[in-house]
């Protein structure tokens, strides 16, 4: 693991001696944006084909309520008769779970890379980098031990909350008006799935717990997460923006 962790270093490194010319002190910071945007690249044919997935998943919903109105005094036939569908039509209800389960060893890489103090029995030179006066493998509570939350350190913070909070309420706004589209449960003879109404109470809000991830992870994992949640935000609402809201696979955020 080590020996891996020293390559990945060593990638970054180049990677930002490349574009240092350009950004002087945050060309690591900025090395870590393309990394990012080089993920989402290559996780993009899954969002497609989880956004597909969905469009499926909704030309399903008609036949799905015909089957829950038939077992609805039989749970389990239900469920049984419903993934008997969604296998003969081949449509996977976990498609929509693939592209973030793909960014998760990205995220946790950075992760690890910017809280060890050492890589490979070598100081870890990444950690003297910074993004403005922030340090890349500093916290928020580091930022607000050194000049509090408008010090130079704790003002990359907000900038970094203030992006997120703003993504977070575009995609807010966007679920509430899918689910104000979507037929409404219980309506034409349907069976209401249990606890399905708290959750699309509490899916709209879910982008906006991102703010706690980028005050308690490192800040170059921070910049991962903000990174990656803006393109998210972006891509779901053009992947997204002709399919009907169908629960948690279109509200959750991404990493």
Known sequence: MSSFMSVFASLVEHLADLIQPLLGASATAAAIVLFTAFVRLLVHPLSRAAARGQRERAKLQPRIAELRKKHKSSPEKMQKAIMELHK?????????????????????????LFSN?????????????????????????????????????????????ALVATVATFNYRRTKRQMASAPKPGGDGQQQVPGMAAMGRFM?????????????????????????????????????RDIPYAGGAAAAPAL
């Open 204 to 240: 709209p809000l879910m982008s906006f717990f991102t703010l706690f991830t980028v005050a308690f992870v490192p800040l170059a994992a921070a910049l991962y997460v903000v990174t990656s949640t803006t393109w998210s935000s972006i891509e779901r609402a053009v992947l997204y």
């Open 117 to 161: 103090r050492s890589i490979g029995d070598e100081p870890n030179a990444l950690l003297g980098h910074t993004l403005g006066a922030a340090p890349l493998g500093g916290r928020f509570h580091d930022a607000l031990a050194h000049g509090g939350l408008f010090g130079e350190q704790g003002l990359v913070y907000v900038v970094l909350f």
């Open 88 to 112: 003969e039509e081949k449509v996977s209800p976990l498609t929509g779970c693939l592209p973030m389960l793909f960014q998760m060893p990205a995220f946790f890489l950075l992760y690890h």
